[in-house]
């Protein structure tokens, strides 16, 4: 027991002390758990940053892939146009797109693949068309890249489309460079976003002629010229007039084997004498002035008239689609081929010489054609003339049904199917 008068020892400061204590451990619990929510708040923005770069990644890869399709022009490994031939390292990107798809198997995914980045220290993109026609874009000079934290990037597929005439054009849009996204070599992106929607041909050759020649007006074939037409799905018809035909001898015209010479002829054909405005919208589906503003068309004005030099300067820019303002005379030259044909459009008349081949569809305003004896010019694929034709001398005019199915799609623009548009993540 404790003497009567004797001190007490003092609890009360201890006790203050541990209850200071323990508010300060309180305190900085609540401290870290809200610098926890904080943090939790900070990597969900930077990921949700990451996703929304991915996802405009790769709607811009749509978007650029679209107006590349529709530009005629030859690119360059940057994918830039470029005044360079058509060789294995300058084509224009739908010519190298279609080279590596087989258009006739739904499904089948093209193996030429180009791809951009975007540095945020540039608003431009940096993209990589590779040479020839398969393999994926690499980005240029990646280790650069490399060192810059924030970049975007995108790669673009194409494959066949679920029929004949649509295509499935398919973006894949990344936080970083990545596997799919243009450097195999790189990381996994943080973000990752894909996109696809089903282009259609708009201004495409609705219906490629049946005839070797269709003629709106008179058609008279004199001299040695010839016209052949030996493809039964067609009909065999060699000459399509919406007038009078007159075959002048030694002129000829050759149908499926069996099939007599006058079978072939077609004339005073009610549809074709309605006029040339009822034959444009048979074959393009579109009248002259809406195609002739499709981006896809090379246009070349021809006041003076133009000539075989002015085909080449186009062609060798990737040209295929041409429109030409204007008269046409051809001499001594080959345009087009079997495999890469042309699909011409003269507003004037076309005229031809001695040892010329054009292999493609011709359309022009009207057809004066007298060719020396020898030696002799070929025109394979199929000629419509909006007026009068008259074909004579030693030329031959062959309808090839392989090649005027290759001219289906060249001045046509691909464009997205309303409601095509797809997106996975929103399933």
Not at 305 to 326: N, Q
């Amino acid at each position: 027991m404790r003497a009567r008068g004797e001190a007490r020892p003092d609890m009360g400061g201890a006790g203050t002390l541990a209850m200071v204590m323990t508010l300060l451990l309180i305190a900085h619990l609540s401290l870290l758990y809200s610098h926890r929510a904080l943090l939790v708040e900070q990597r969900a923005s930077a990921s949700q940053i990451r996703a929304v770069r991915a996802q405009e990644a790769a709607q811009a890869g749509l978007d650029w892939a679209i107006s590349r399709l529709n530009d005629p022009r030859n690119v360059d490994t940057r994918c830039l146009p470029t005044p360079q031939p058509s060789d294995a390292t300058a084509a224009a990107v739908r010519a190298r797109w279609e080279r590596s798809l087989t258009l006739a198997t739904p499904g089948t995914v093209a193996t030429w693949r180009p791809a951009c980045v975007q540095p945020d220290t540039t608003p431009d993109w940096r993209c990589h068309c590779p040479e020839g026609d398969s393999g994926a874009g690499q980005i240029p000079a990646p280790a650069a890249i490399a060192a810059i934290a924030d970049v975007s990037a995108f790669a673009v597929a194409l494959q066949a489309g679920p029929r004949t005439g649509l295509w499935t054009l398919t973006a894949e849009g990344c936080s970083h460079p990545g596997p799919d996204c243009a450097d195999d070599t790189a990381p996994e992106p943080d973000g990752r976003y894909r996109v696809s929607t089903v282009l259609a041909a708009f201004g495409q050759v609705v219906q490629p002629p049946l005839a070797a020649l269709t003629s709106v007006g008179a058609v008279v074939l004199s001299d040695g010229a010839s016209v052949r037409n030996a493809d039964t799905a067609s009909g065999g018809v060699t000459v399509h007039s919406g007038g009078a035909v007159t075959l002048q001898a030694p002129a000829k015209v050759f149908g499926p084997p069996g099939q007599p010479a006058a079978a072939g002829l077609v004339a005073h054909d009610p549809p074709l004498s309605a006029g040339a405005d009822t034959l444009w919208r048979r074959l393009f589906g579109l009248e002259a002035a809406a195609l002739r503003a499709l981006p896809t068309w090379q246009t070349v004005a021809c006041a003076g008239g133009c000539t075989g030099s002015d085909l080449d300067s186009a062609w060798r820019l990737g040209a295929r689609a041409l429109w030409l303002d204007g008269d046409l005379a051809l001499a001594q030259g080959r345009w087009g081929s079997a495999d890469t044909p042309l699909l011409l459009v003269v507003r004037g008349t076309l005229r031809i010489g001695a040892d010329v081949a054009v292999h493609g569809l011709v359309v022009a305003d009207r057809v004066d054609i007298r060719t020396p004896a020898s030696p002799r010019s070929l025109f394979q694929g199929a000629l419509v003339s909006l007026d009068t034709t008259a074909l004579g001398g030693a030329v031959d005019l062959v309808r090839d049904a392989a090649v005027l199915a290759r001219t289906t799609g060249l001045g046509s623009v691909l464009a997205p199917v309303p409601g095509s548009w797809f997106d996975p993540h929103t399933r």
